[in-house]
């Protein structure tokens, strides 16, 4: 997965992150390198509480911003309450791309 920096003032081009979900807390998580739990930064988290809806494509200020029409086709993004916090991500296709979007419809439908 490639996340897109949120505060860029810039163009930036998404890194590279692992994700992953923490199902005590219901929060997913993501960061360079290997999953390290003890190592997240609070910043790079996001409750499942807090998702009011999964996004498809070019949807988001960010990707607006940052992304590539081109590759519009695997972007989705896990949109916060009040639009306050969003994370963008470019999947290396669209079959996978598609594959995480309906599992993060289940996974909220289920809440």
Request: aromatic share 8%; proline share 4%.
């Amino acid at each position: 997965m490639k996340k897109f920096a949120s505060s860029s003032r810039f163009k930036a081009r998404p890194s590279t992150r692992v994700l992953w979900l923490d199902t005590r807390s219901q929060t997913i998580y993501w960061q360079k390198g290997k999953k390290n739990p003890s190592k997240v930064k609070s910043d790079a988290s996001l409750r499942l509480s807090d998702i009011v809806k999964v996004t498809e494509g070019i949807s988001t200020p960010t990707l607006k911003k940052s992304g590539s029409e081109d590759k519009g086709d695997h972007y989705l993004s896990l949109v916060g309450k009040g639009n306050t916090r969003t994370l963008d991500m470019e999947m290396p296709s669209q079959f996978e791309r598609n594959d995480l979007v309906k599992g993060f419809r289940l996974l909220l439908a289920g809440r």
